[in-house]
């Protein structure tokens, strides 16, 4: 609009000079020829292009000085384009001199100059906002993966602590049930009454209680996390949603994994939930003999598929960087519904 408004007042000092000067001429052709090769000059911006038009108004201007006149219009996009070599351009004037077209070409090219500074700002301007977005984009990821991992780190605490708890528990009330069964073991060796159903039975009861106890400390000890149940917790906090799981894993899962493919799982629900108008999703947990393989798919039609969803947020390029993270891929497409399929490898 700058540019549209700076070229418009030229023209008219262009139009009012050329009229003044010359009445036998017809400025109509000049004024409007001028206004093409103006326009061309803002319609191509390769420069190849834009030097020819230059030259074939330096031609015009011999063919017909009073083109002179419309001059300054030219010069304003000369300068914009060859800066200091426009001053070569001025030696035409003297071809039909006029103080006034000096004066026009002279203001021309500070408007010129002045719009160049200005655009030079406004670009500075936009790569600082830009630069600025990108920050606060990667800030709020870098929050959420803290926030993360803040839950993990509790979560870790939590276990290690069971674990102390567990191997005390297993050296202490262990330690003094299985005394319990050996000196039982020994009264029905050195008892002279034949009847010692009564310390069978009690040795059958420590028996068990020692199994019970030892299932019951071997289920805090392990670092499990029960993730199928978690999957279906996190599916029920969205009951508008239905959702299919099909789980087909038999590895005992780390802990970090369990989490990571849990946070994928939540994200692609919450997404699901707020950007697309699905009522169905099919989650597939899958074990393969090298790696694991999760798929998520939708029946979505709303989420725009133009968008390049890893640089749009909705925590794509986190779960890129856990599929990253085990070496894995990640992948996602549009099919008569929104797809994720991420691989992590074992090991």
Not at 281 to 297: G, M
Request: proline share 1%.
């Amino acid at each position: 609009m700058r540019i549209f408004l700076e070229k418009l007042l030229i023209m008219m000092f262009c139009l009012y000079h050329s009229h003044n000067i010359s009445l036998t001429t017809d400025i109509v052709f000049l004024f409007l020829s001028s206004i093409i090769i103006s326009l061309l000059l803002d319609l191509f911006h390769k420069k190849k292009y834009r030097i020819t038009i230059y030259l074939a108004f330096i031609l015009m201007c011999f063919l017909n000085s009073h083109y002179l006149f419309y001059m300054p219009l030219i010069i304003y996009n000369m300068y914009l384009d060859l800066r200091g070599y426009t001053a070569i351009t001025l030696t035409l004037l003297f071809l039909n001199f006029s103080p006034l077209s000096l004066i026009i070409t002279l203001l021309s090219i500070y408007l010129s100059a002045s719009t160049h500074d200005y655009n030079k700002r406004l670009d500075s301007t936009k790569l600082t906002h830009h630069s600025l977005i990108e920050d606060t984009f990667h800030l709020r990821n870098h929050n959420e993966q803290l926030e993360k991992d803040k839950e993990k780190n509790i979560h870790i605490a939590i276990l290690t602590e069971r674990n102390r708890i567990s191997r005390k528990l297993h050296d202490s009330i262990g330690h003094v049930i299985s005394s319990s069964i050996l000196q039982v073991e020994a009264l029905k060796v050195i008892t002279a009454d034949k009847n010692i159903e009564p310390l069978n039975t009690l040795q059958n009861t420590l028996d068990k209680g020692m199994e019970d106890i030892r299932n019951s400390i071997h289920n805090i000890y392990s670092e499990s996390l029960d993730l199928k149940a978690k999957i279906y917790e996190l599916s029920e906090d969205f009951p508008k949603l239905k959702t299919e799981l099909n789980y087909n894993i038999t590895s005992d899962l780390s802990y970090d994994l369990k989490f990571d493919i849990l946070s994928i799982i939540k994200e692609t629900i919450t997404n699901c939930a707020k950007h697309s108008n699905a009522n169905k999703l099919v989650l597939n947990l899958l074990e393969q003999p090298k790696f694991y393989s999760l798929i998520i798919k939708d029946n979505g039609s709303h989420l725009d598929t133009d968008k390049h969803l890893l640089n749009k947020g909705m925590g794509m390029s986190s779960m890129k960087e856990i599929a990253d993270k085990y070496g894995g891929s990640f992948n996602y497409e549009f099919n008569q519904g929104f797809k994720i399929h991420t691989t992590l490898m074992k090991g």
